[in-house]
């Protein structure tokens, strides 16, 4: 099985390689689309491990602790109980095996068991198929549509907007 731990300042090499990779950031963080040296990286990845209202956590392969991406929750409210939903698959190889489902299930529990969140939200980009198949997998459900959202290759697509509640999570839990 799939494991997640905190990330360490030493994983940071991993994101060089990654952020570089246009497929593999095509439907992530727009800011990854300016990121191209290795400073830009490096203050970025400082910034998020040091920032308070985020969990960000390692993608690791349990056989060898190598690090294959990374997932999350950002902007944790802890008036609102909510947050959102984020995942990276850097290692491309380990793509369409049932990763991303595992792990958004393992961060789920995480930031309803731990945080004692309510509402863990997401936005996946129209065109990302095999992420909105592993978001609802895991039991997020669509609520939404930001029309025309985002800009990738030169087109705009909508971004779909999903939620599961620790009510919904608890119910498919058990």
Known sequence: MITVAPLQQEHVASFYRWIRDPEVIEYSLS?????????????????????????NLGIFLPDTNELIGYAGLSGISAINQSA?????IGQKDHWGRGI?????????????????????????????????KAYAKAGFVEEGRMRQACKRNGLFHDKIIMSVLKAEWERAAH
């Open 31 to 55: 800011a990854f689309q300016r990121m191209h040296t290795d400073e830009q990286i490096r203050q970025w990845y400082a910034a998020t491990l040091q920032d308070q209202k985020s969990l």
């Open 84 to 88: 959102e939903y984020f995942i990276l």
């Open 100 to 132: 991303g489902t595992a792990v958004t299930r393992q961060v789920l529990a995480v930031g309803f068991s731990v945080w004692q969140l309510n509402r863990i939200m997401l936005t996946v980009s129209e065109t990302n198929i095999g992420g909105w």
